[in-house]
């Protein structure tokens, strides 16, 4: 039930939330096991779940086909990305922190990446229709919103440079993904 509060005060009440997720001393495994974990299949199970409704409604000619193989693929490398992506975008909040003057407490710059990520990944349970990704959209700014919120009141970057901060990490993010989605799949994984 806690959890179910986190998230939802984080979505709806989200300076109020950061206010109180400062204050607390949240572990490492309670964020993996309550939050990373749980959020980031969503995204998995909707878009397999959509894959095999769509694959067998759609017609030949407007539809795609997927096999029963690559659905699978798919879903597991959208779970490990979802993951990967929280552990990095936290790496990386501790890595410009030398720059901003923050916190560079990795478990806390987590917090902040992990609650942060919290409508991106809930919007990940609209994939069942592809069309829905439109919600991600949405749910990416409402993200952005989220990290520089935290950024100052969990990271305590200064006011005036909590927007560069999120946009300088969420830069080196793309970058980062990027190069590794390039690597892996040179390297036959993908």
Do not use: C
């Not at 989220?146 to 927007?163: H, I, P, W």
Request: aromatic share 10%.
């Amino acid at each position: 039930m806690e959890t179910l509060e986190r998230i939802v005060g984080i979505v709806l009440r989200p300076g109020k939330e950061w206010e109180r997720i400062a204050t607390e001393d949240t572990s490492i495994d309670v964020l993996i096991r309550r939050y990373i974990v749980p959020l980031s299949l969503l995204a998995p199970i909707a878009t397999s779940i959509g894959m095999h409704v769509f694959d067998r409604a759609w017609d030949v000619d407007g539809g795609y086909r997927v096999p029963p193989g690559d659905i699978f693929a798919a879903a597991a490398t959208t779970l490990f990305a979802s993951i990967a992506s929280v552990f990095a975008l936290a790496g990386i909040f501790v890595l410009l922190s030398r720059f901003y003057g923050s916190t560079r407490d990795f478990r806390v710059a987590l917090k902040v990446a992990t609650y942060g990520a919290v409508p991106l990944l809930l919007a990940g349970a609209t994939l069942v229709l592809p069309v829905m990704a439109i919600v991600a959209v949405v749910a990416l700014v409402h993200s952005l919103y989220l990290y520089s919120l935290g950024a100052k009141q969990v990271l305590m970057v200064k006011r005036n440079e909590q927007a560069e901060f999120v946009g300088i990490a969420m830069l080196l993010l793309s970058v980062a993904s990027t190069f590794i989605g390039a690597l892996a799949s040179h390297l036959g994984f993908f």
